[in-house]
Nanobody, 118 residues
Framework: VQLVESGGGLVQAGGSLRLSCAASGSIFRINDMGWYRQAPGKQRELVAVITSGGSTNYADFVKGRFTISRDNAKNTVYLQMNSLKPEDTAVYFC?????????????WGQGTQVTVSS
């Protein structure tokens, strides 16, 4: 299973970006999918998560600004980021829990850089 993110880039404060993460490989279904971020010198932190049924959960620092969604037919998760702030600058990673006969495995993408200028 591979996860490939896209959509990162440089944007001014107040702007928007939409991240995508497509999963490929031997996949019957995907359970939770999520977005994390890691800023320089900081630990990786949860941004948002979405279940296979569409229930969502957000970190307090993105509530009202970011929206997570998914397309189960395409095995893709999205992160719409609005009202971006310089402190949102980080590498954004997606992850996915894929069930197998041996249990659920967690996969990570390679990350996509988001830079917000002031």
């Amino acid at each position: 299973v591979q996860l490939v993110e896209s959509g990162g880039g440089l944007v001014q404060a107040g702007g928007s970006l939409r991240l995508s993460c497509a999963a490929s490989g031997s996949i019957f279904r995907i359970n939770d999918m999520g977005w994390y971020r890691q800023a320089p010198g900081k630990q990786r932190e949860l941004v948002a998560v979405i279940t296979s049924g569409g229930s969502t959960n957000y970190a307090d620092f993105v509530k009202g600004r970011f929206t997570i969604s998914r397309d189960n037919a395409k095995n893709t998760v999205y992160l719409q980021m609005n009202s971006l702030k310089p402190e949102d600058t980080a590498v954004y990673f997606c992850n996915a829990f894929v069930p197998t006969s041996q249990g659920a495995y967690e996969y990570w993408g390679q990350g996509t850089q988001v830079t917000v200028s002031s």
